[in-house]
């Protein structure tokens, strides 16, 4: 007679042993691509789902986004659903692109805080500007098209 033996797991006070298999998404599931345009040159890169499009641009150096506030205060509360009222959001327009027509319109409409920005932009702000900073990246926006604004510079 063959026993079956289950290895026994000793886990700290109050946990237990996870049922099933542990699942941890690869970065295959994670990775999408995004089509960017700046100054007539076209690039490729890769971004992952969860972050923002801003943190996207700058690991890939892009230097026409600067985005010297980060998004402002409390960055992860303009990245959710709903949007957290008690957050200050963007505090400068320094990383404002445009999103190609069939995706903009998917997007999350624009807080209140981003149109506030916006409307302070050196650029003129159209249906089509976005400031990065605000838009999560998501599965659904492998191949997007994104142009950077020609002259990103903010007096403040």
């Not at 797991?9 to 960017?36: C, T």
């Not at 920005?117 to 098209?145: F, G, Y």
């Amino acid at each position: 007679m063959n026993k079956i033996i289950k290895p026994l797991f000793r886990f700290s006070a109050g946990h237990v042993r996870p049922k099933g298999p542990i699942y941890a998404p690869s970065i295959q599931e994670r990775l999408i691509y995004l089509n960017l345009y700046r100054d007539g040159v076209f690039d490729r890169i890769p971004a992952f789902v969860g972050e923002s499009l801003l943190e996207a641009l700058k690991r890939f150096t892009v230097d026409e986004v600067v985005g010297s506030c980060d998004g402002g205060e409390k960055l992860d509360s303009i990245l959710e659903d709903p949007i957290q009222p008690n957050s200050y959001g963007p505090l400068c327009s320094d990383c404002q692109v445009y999103i190609a027509s069939p995706w903009v319109e998917r997007l999350r409409p624009r807080d209140y805080r981003e149109e506030l920005q916006l409307d302070n932009a050196v650029q003129v702000s159209e249906k089509h500007s976005r400031l990065s900073c605000t838009i999560k990246i998501e599965k659904w926006m492998d191949e997007m098209e994104v142009s950077t604004a020609l002259n990103n510079s903010n007096d403040y």
